[in-house]
């Protein structure tokens, strides 16, 4: 096994970081990996913002539902959906791309290509001993974000990715098991094999939580993630990016 297969098998979320930011070098590093990623037909259609400046750490880890470590970081990087240059690029050449920036597909187009680069950026932090968590709760109030962040129509800050070097090193989640995630040749999608798949996995995750936590937690999987998706929540988000001229038809 390769040292990059190894970076990639080890990572864990990190939520506690040292009180030393990254150096430019390293920065640019990272930024240069997310570009090195696949992007649909080449269109690069996603920007990352980067944020060092303190007083707006805190200010978006406010708007993240005050987590601490969105403020307390290396760096702090908003990775977005852009398709603000295709616009100027249709004035640019005089051509009617309206229609195409503002389909359903070219959202998709974003979402992935950001979520690509995103994933480079994050395995490149790893390679070089930093420690990394990615963010959606600057989801919570887009309005805030982007006006906090100056972002323009048809850019949505998608996520953030809050880089530095680690306090300290959680355990691993365990994995839902490979058989329940890959599948050969079609779809397998017998329910008693998969509730039989889920219950093993509730057993293993409630033995993880329960030894992390010294026994004061012992939730199963299963159980968390119906609680979670049973919540409402971001319901605005469709409005909002309709309102941002992005995925309106």
Known sequence: MNELIKTILNHRSIRHFEDKPLTEEQVKTIVQSA??????????????????????????????????????????????????????????????????????????????????????????????????????????????????????????PLFGLAVGWPQKITGQKPRLPLQHIYHEEEYQQNPNVYLSQLREYDELISSYYEQRTGGKRKDRWTEQIANMLE??????????VQNNKLDLR
């Not at 303190?54 to 978006?60: G, I, Y």
């Not at 919540?231 to 909002?240: A, Q, T, V, W």
């Open 35 to 156: 570009q090195s990623a696949s992007t649909s037909s080449f269109v690069q259609a996603y920007s990352i913002i980067g944020i060092k400046n303190k007083e707006k750490k805190k200010k978006l880890a406010e708007l993240a539902g005050n987590q601490e470590y969105v403020e307390k970081n290396g760096h702090f990087f908003v990775f977005c959906a852009d398709l603000y240059r295709h616009s100027l690029i249709g004035e640019q050449e005089q051509k009617d791309i309206i229609p195409s920036i503002e389909s359903t597909e070219k959202f998709m187009v974003c979402l992935i290509d950001a979520s690509l680069a995103a994933q480079n950026a994050a395995i490149a932090a790893e390679s070089m001993g930093l420690g990394i968590c990615y963010i959606g709760g600057i989801r919570n109030n887009l309005e805030g974000v982007k006006e906090l962040l100056k972002t323009p129509e048809r850019v949505i």
């Open 231 to 240: 919540r409402k929540n971001r319901m605005y988000m469709k409005e909002f």
